[in-house]
């Protein structure tokens, strides 16, 4: 079976989806993901943050957090509450989105804030807010699982006690067949697709949504496709946690071993003592002064000078009354 469509709008090229032989239009097998890699503490002033290049899905996420929650009334007398925004840049899909936030971009801020809440010791912060900023660079199909990810991860870096890190993938129906993974034409031209949730630790599904048609046998082999590429997606995760903090481990070891260094060249290179330090600067006085032979020398070439001066000038008096007489 060979599916063709047009894949997108704008761009006319035709596409085949899905080849009998499961092989996608960008050359993926069922089973396969896109390539996913993170990005840990990319933000100075938030929190914690994290970014995630999935395909070709660029999302940031922000954390600010706990801290007071305004307006109070809001607060929760035994937890903290777990607030996001997901937003989409304008320029982030072909064509032009809207600034104002509208019902998709509310629901998915919504269920992102749902999924989340189960990994975080919310318990520990009551009274306050931790606030989760999600923002969609570039979209291409799967950014609510992605943006779960990246938001897990960018609370991991603010430092917030979790019981495990959030893990989100989508697998989806096409013409059929079970794929993992959706892009956006997969997910346009579909007939299905099912984000799902997972904290793989504890193995517990926190989200599992659903578009679409799926039958029984589709919806089984679709769930057996996304908890291992939970899995792949969680050991990324990690090792982008790990990688950012043994830089910082490293970085530490290097300024405390440069200090120790520089101690220890203090000790085997004594500072010269103040003695020499006046000696020399006497020196340089001394050398400034005239010695007394000089002075005199300078003094008598003056007077010498002077003497001269003189002299010519009785000439030249003398050779004026002479010529008055004549
Ligand atoms: O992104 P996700 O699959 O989680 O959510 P969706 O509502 O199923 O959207 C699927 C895809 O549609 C997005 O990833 C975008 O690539 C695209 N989209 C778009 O082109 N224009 C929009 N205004 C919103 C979404």
Partial sequence: MIISVKKMAKEKEEVVLITKDGIRHDGRKKDDLRDISFQVGVLDRADGSALITWGRNKILAAVYG????????????????????YRMATFSVPDRKSPAPKRREREISKILAEALEPSIFNYLYPRSVIDVYINV???????????????????????????????GCAAGNLYDQ?????????????????????????DEIVLLQSDGVFS??????????????CKKIYKLQRDALKSKYSQIT???????????????????????PAKDGKKEAKKKTDDKKEKPGEKAAKKKKFSKKSDKK?????????????????
Avoid: F, N, W
């Fill in 250 to 272: 490293e970085e530490v070891a290097d300024a405390s071993g440069k200090e120790a260094k520089s101690k220890e060249k203090a000790k085997k290179e004594p500072a010269k």
């Fill in 216 to 229: 029984p046998d589709l919806y089984k082999t679709a769930l057996d496709m996304l908890i291992p590429a």
């Fill in 66 to 85: 706990p801290r007071e929650l305004h307006p109070k009334h809001m607060a929760l007398p035994d937890r903290a509450l777990i607030r996001c925004e």
């Fill in 178 to 202: 079970a794929v993992l993974d959706l892009d956006d034409v997969e997910d346009k031209e579909g007939q299905g697709d099912m984000p799902l949730a997972y904290l793989p630790h504890i």
């Fill in 310 to 326: 003189i002299d010519d000038e009785k000439k030249s008096s003398a050779k004026k009354e002479k010529d008055d007489k004549k």
């Fill in 137 to 167: 660079l570039q979209a291409d199909g799967g950014t609510r699982c992605a943006a779960i990810a990246v938001a897990s991860l960018a609370l991991a870096d603010a430092g917030i006690p979790l019981k495990d890190l959030v893990v």
